[in-house]
């Protein structure tokens, strides 16, 4: 094995990559606080559970004891776990919402193809112990919101795979058939239903309405049409539910419905979404409403990181670096008031005042300064400004002198 | 709003898929230099590649959409959209041995491996699976396997070489596939485009 080489789908995040990805948890972090969501943190090492959503997805480990362990390779099921220790009335149907929000990596024992990572950052929020529009329309909200504050403008795609069930039961598809047609009504796949639904001699308005599905969607008339020809009651609620959705929203112009919305139909229960940007051609984020599945109530949505910094970099990058200006110095003193002012300080390793200064160059510091013995002119500026010079004065208590 | 990127397989789909386009309302001018790998048309580009690599430059968003054989997507696994069966390059992926085997399959030759491995465990087969570039027929003849995984169009290539169609996996023709996140962000172009697409190949309603 080559000395050093990482295992696929793993990589280093040097100094730059590093600070941006940092920058952008922090930013999320504070906007699911600023909405009431209180961070938790889960292990990374968690028992195998065969009946995880993801179990076929996750690396494997053996345990001392001879037990079979497996890396996180989804948030969700641990943090029902979480919810079941902690929360355990919740757990039990309490109907009150529990807001959480959690960010970590998570593993994939996938091959390595297509640009996947394997080992990827995960950020993302669940609304649980509750169950309606307004709490969808939240998350949907929250989803938008947490594309536009890194920087990108958000369009969400909304559907509802209740809907897609619903037919399904009013068409009577039997059950060995569903997840091919589910698949081919995901893939818009229009030729591949038709021939599902003769195949299988569907007729009757749910089987037109299954033949229709792949392209309803565009803007909120879609569910319109869909509601003026729904087959069945449990049809009808499917779509008024996303209709209640859409009515919590001012502004409903960033989002995208598509009643043809039928991945992991087994797994998600209601209103489902995920979040794109322009010319990115990757979802951003995607989640739904899984009642029942982990928990009686609960909806949430994950990103990742890694996509979401790579689209941010694909639209010209982050913006403004607002960080504070990199000084060094070999005087201490100096280097605690800087500190204290708000400045980041690198101590120079060398003392000699020809080495200092190549020290400094090399970090890329915006400012080197000297010992107080070498007078008023003690602050050079190497790439910082006259203003960031008199702030540095200041905080030293020397005169400024531009 | 930016061009619609199409990516095409090049060979003997490209004219007929250039001509599709054409009757859809989508002229693309073929450049004079036939070792051009990107056409430009009118609020269109066009990548040209290999059709294995279709599904991967609109999976990654690259191409905003593309046309590619179903055999392909199969193999490919891919969850793109696939809205439109444009009819043309029809073929059958079929299991074919030589005239008269009777023997139980015990290697399998083709440029599918994982369909043709989907297949056989589907079939409770126990055949070991092996991934050659082209001419897999000749993997038959030569005794390398005794039995190949290969589309099938009129059958003569087949019975050139006395071997014979035992069974038939899937139906495959050209798709139009679309990027997931396209298709959403630029529905205003695209959603005629299928409409039209549609039409052409008759498969409008």
Redesign the interface.
């Known amino acids: 094995m080559t000395q050093g080489a990482l295992p696929e789908g793993t990589r280093f995040l040097a100094p730059a990559e590093a600070a941006a990805r940092a920058a952008a948890i922090d930013v999320l972090r504070r906007l699911y606080e600023a909405w009431g969501y209180q961070r938790v943190e889960v292990p990374a090492l968690e028992r195998l559970d065969p009946s995880h959503p993801r179990g076929d997805k996750s690396f494997k480990l053996v345990d001392v004891g001879g037990g079979v362990l497996s890396l996180r390779s989804d948030f969700t099921p641990s943090l029902a776990r979480l919810v079941r220790s902690a929360f355990p009335a919740v757990a039990a149907g309490e109907e009150r919402p529990l807001r959480l929000s959690y960010d970590g990596l998570v593993w994939h024992a996938i091959d390595p193809e297509?640009?996947r990572g394997r080992e990827f950052t995960q950020v993302g929020i669940e609304l649980i112990g509750v169950s309606s529009a307004r709490a969808d329309a939240e998350l949907i909200h929250l989803a938008r919101e947490s594309v536009r504050a890194l920087g990108l403008s958000p369009?969400v795609?909304v559907g509802n795979p209740a809907y897609v069930t619903a037919l399904f039961d009013a068409a009577c598809v039997p059950d060995e058939a569903r997840r091919g047609l589910a698949d081919a009504i995901?893939?818009?796949?229009?030729?591949?239903v038709e021939e599902i639904v003769t195949g299988l001699s569907l007729r009757g308005p749910a089987a037109d309405a299954l033949v229709a599905v792949?392209?309803l969607?565009?803007d909120a008339s879609v569910v319109d049409v869909a509601l003026s020809s729904a087959p069945s009651q449990a049809a009808s609620e499917a779509l008024e539910r996303l209709a209640g959705v859409l009515d919590e929203f001012e502004d409903s112009s960033e989002l995208?419905l598509?009643l043809g919305l039928a991945r992991r139909l087994s797994y998600y229960t209601g209103v489902t979404f995920?979040a794109?940007t322009?010319?990115?051609?990757?979802?951003l984020l995607g989640g739904g409403r899984y009642d029942g599945a982990l928990l009686p109530r609960a909806a949430g949505f994950a990103m990742g990181l890694g996509r979401v910094l790579a689209a941010v970099a694909a639209a010209g990058g982050a913006g403004d670096d607002d960080s504070s200006p990199l000084v060094v110095t070999v005087d201490d003193v100096a280097a605690r008031r800087l500190r204290a002012g708000g400045c980041r300080v690198a101590r120079a390793v060398s003392t000699d005042p020809q080495h200092v200064e190549r020290e400094a160059q090399a970090l890329g510091a915006d400012y080197l300064v000297t010992p107080e013995s070498t007078g008023p002119d003690r602050i050079v500026a190497l790439k910082g400004n006259a203003v960031g010079r008199n702030r540095i004065a200041a905080l030293l208590g020397t005169g400024a002198r531009t | 709003m930016?061009d619609l990127v199409l990516a095409l397989p090049k060979g003997r789909v490209l004219e007929r898929a250039l001509a599709t386009l054409a009757k859809a309302g989508v002229a693309v001018e073929v450049p004079a230099d036939p070792r051009a790998l990107r056409y430009a048309g009118d609020g269109v580009s066009v990548l040209v590649m290999r059709n294995a690599d279709v599904p991967?430059y609109v999976?990654?968003?690259?191409a905003?959409a593309g046309l590619v054989g179903q055999d392909v997507l199969l193999e490919a696994g891919?969850?793109?959209?696939?809205?439109?069966?444009l009819g043309f390059g029809a073929c059958r992926l079929s299991l074919i041995r030589p005239q008269g085997a009777t023997t139980p399959v015990a290697r399998v030759a083709t440029k599918y491996p994982r369909l043709t491995t989907e297949y056989l465990r589907r079939a409770g087969s126990p055949a070991e699976v092996i991934s050659l570039e082209g001419n897999v027929e000749l993997a038959c003849l030569s005794g390398l396997a005794d039995a190949v995984v290969d589309v099938v169009e009129t059958g003569a290539t087949l019975a050139a070489n006395d071997l014979v169609e035992v069974d038939v996996i899937a139906l495959s023709s050209v798709?139009f596939v679309?990027?997931?996140?396209?298709?959403?962000?630029k529905?205003s172009t695209l959603?005629p485009l299928i409409a039209r697409l549609?039409e052409v190949s008759g498969?409008s309603e």
Not at chain 1, 186 to 192: L, M, S, V
Not at chain 1, 278 to 283: R, T, V
Not at chain 2, 78 to 85: G, H, K, N, Q
Not at chain 2, 178 to 185: C, D, H, T, W, Y
């Open positions: 297509l640009a369009r795609e995901d893939r818009k796949d229009q030729t591949g792949p392209d969607y565009g995208m598509d995920r794109y322009f010319d990115f051609g990757q979802p | 930016s991967t999976d990654l968003g690259v905003d891919s969850r793109l959209y696939a809205p439109v069966d798709r679309v990027n997931r996140a396209a298709l959403k962000l529905s959603r549609r498969r």
